[in-house]
């Protein structure tokens, strides 16, 4: 380690001393709500609905907006937004694909189409926000994906490219190094693709908790600190068991997504990863006039490993990404929240970023399991003879696509042959990852890979290739 290094190393350190380990978003006692009781005894319900995150609470919402007599029922293990709806960086992408590149790789007749629902997933979530007075300080800002390597400008200028081809560019704009940095200032940064209207910004823990809100006044009943603990049939009725009683339903919705499902079936198709985060202090107007940002703009960068950051409302920053963490056995714990070594790796890298910030210190860090799959985007599908519908895999990026993820489990168990239930992309699975160790052994090749690739100019080696392939390989 070089005296420089050091030097930056201590700095960050110094940055993190008063970090409070909890998540920013959920440390709001003005707004968050009183948590619900926990069921007890037997209830019985047309739609019950597992998970009290975005994925269960969209469904649940959205089950009454279509029929307003349909009695619903919500039990969440936790609290509504306590995983990784409320962990999240608060990036809602009009993306159901986790980006373009992604959805061109895997879906290129079908991309045109899945931009189109993306972007009316997005308006449809807008419209709701504002229908139901959910103060979560959404502001459509879109977002920046930058190069931070040269080899990274390139394939931003293909993606402009390939979506001027396809007709998709009317809202994608290339920057050049000088017109990235007009937008915010970073000597890291060489270039940017910028979708002006295709991401918004919002207090993801208000978001959940206006969904909540929005449900219980559409006559959802919602039941928390109640994890569903078993599923099966009962007759006519399909039964889940939980600690202090059970619910009876006609149709049940998962959205789980990242914890075990109910049906082991779709367990090997989802891993838990650990993704993590820094908050900072407010800016002053000094420091923010260092940087630019004027347009508040969500940004990413271009990596394999990469970061993303963006204001908050009181024009804090978030920062977080780098290193996700996979554990064996797909193991889930509230210890993994905390990860020092992870924190001290991200406070150095923000202040190379933006080293005109130097002082400025962090308030939160945490971390938080989100759902992941092979093709790094969601997948759906039904059991029990159409009566249980799952939505999983969204890999980051629920925050939008968990809107449209909950209007296909609707159609699906509808039994509804609609433009969403077409999609090659709704009607295939992607690969399940294998049993362990194979499964462990599998994802830390693939994670060294990445990092190697990132340091050899985007290079994929032997493994990265023959993960492409198979449809295992990363690509957004």
């Known amino acids: 380690m070089t005296v420089s290094d050091a030097v930056d190393r201590h700095a960050a350190l110094r940055s993190l001393a008063d970090a409070r380990p909890v998540p920013f978003w959920l440390d709001d006692p003005d707004h968050r709500p009183a948590p619900r009781p926990a069921l007890v005894g ?12 975005y994925s269960g609470l ?6 009454k907006e279509r029929d307003p007599g349909r009695d619903v029922v919500l039990i ?12 999240n960086g608060g990036f809602c992408a009009a993306s159901l694909t986790h980006g373009f590149g992604n959805g061109l ?17 997005l308006d449809a979530i807008e419209d709701a926000v504002s229908r139901y007075g959910i103060a979560c300080d959404f502001e459509r800002t879109g977002e920046i994906n930058v190069a931070t390597a040269p080899h990274q400008v390139a394939e931003l200028r293909e993606y402009a ?23 915010a200032d970073s000597p890291t940064f060489l270039a940017g693709l910028w979708d002006r209207t295709g991401v918004a910004m919002l207090n993801p823990a ?21 994890p569903a603990t078993r599923l099966g049939a009962r007759g006519a009725h399909l039964a889940v068991a939980t600690p202090y009683g059970r619910v009876r339903a006609r149709h049940i919705a998962l959205g789980t997504n990242a914890f075990p499902s109910l049906l082991r079936r779709v367990r090997p198709y989802v891993v838990p990863v650990y993704d993590y985060a820094l908050m900072t202090e407010p800016l002053t107007g000094e420091q923010r006039a260092a940087i630019g940002w004027h347009n508040r703009q969500g940004l990413s960068d271009s990596a394999n490993h990469f970061h993303y950051f963006r204001l908050t409302a009181g024009n804090r ?8 963490l996979y554990h064996y056995g797909s193991r889930i714990s509230r210890e993994y929240h905390q990860r020092p070594e992870t924190f001290a790796r991200l406070a150095r890298h923000f202040f190379r970023c933006f080293p005109q910030l130097e002082g400025l210190r962090f308030t939160h860090s945490w971390g938080g399991a989100i759902d992941t799959c092979s093709r790094f985007s969601p997948f759906f599908g039904t059991a029990m003879d159409g009566r249980v519908a ?13 809107r449209f993820g909950a209007e296909v489990m609707l159609d699906l168990l509808a039994g509804e042959r609609t433009e969403r239930t077409a999609l090659e992309m709704v009607r295939k699975k992607p690969l399940p990852f294998p049993p362990e160790p194979v499964r462990w052994a599998g994802i830390g090749l693939t994670q060294w890979s990445l990092a190697r690739s990132d340091a050899q100019g985007g290079r994929r080696n032997l493994w990265l290739k023959a993960m492409d392939k198979v449809g295992m390989g990363f690509d957004s």
């Open 58 to 63: 969209w469904t649940a919402l959205l089950a």
């Open 105 to 121: 790789t895997r879906w290129p007749d079908e991309i045109v189409t899945l931009e189109r629902l993306g972007r009316r997933n």
């Open 161 to 183: 490219h390939e979506a001027r081809a396809l007709g998709m560019d009317e809202d994608l704009t290339f920057l050049d190094r000088d017109a990235v940095r007009a937008e």
């Open 206 to 226: 208000r978001l959940a908790w206006g969904l909540k809100r929005a449900c219980e006044r559409a006559g959802v009943r919602v039941w928390e600190h109640t």
């Open 42 to 53: 037997d209830e019985s319900c047309d739609l019950l609905v597992v998970g009290g995150g």
């Open 390 to 402: 799952y939505a999983a895999g969204y890999t980051g990026l629920g925050v939008g696509a968990t």
């Open 76 to 87: 969440e293990g936790e609290e509504v937004g306590w995983a990784a709806s409320g962990r």
């Open 317 to 324: 920053i978030l920062w977080g990404g780098y290193d996700v």
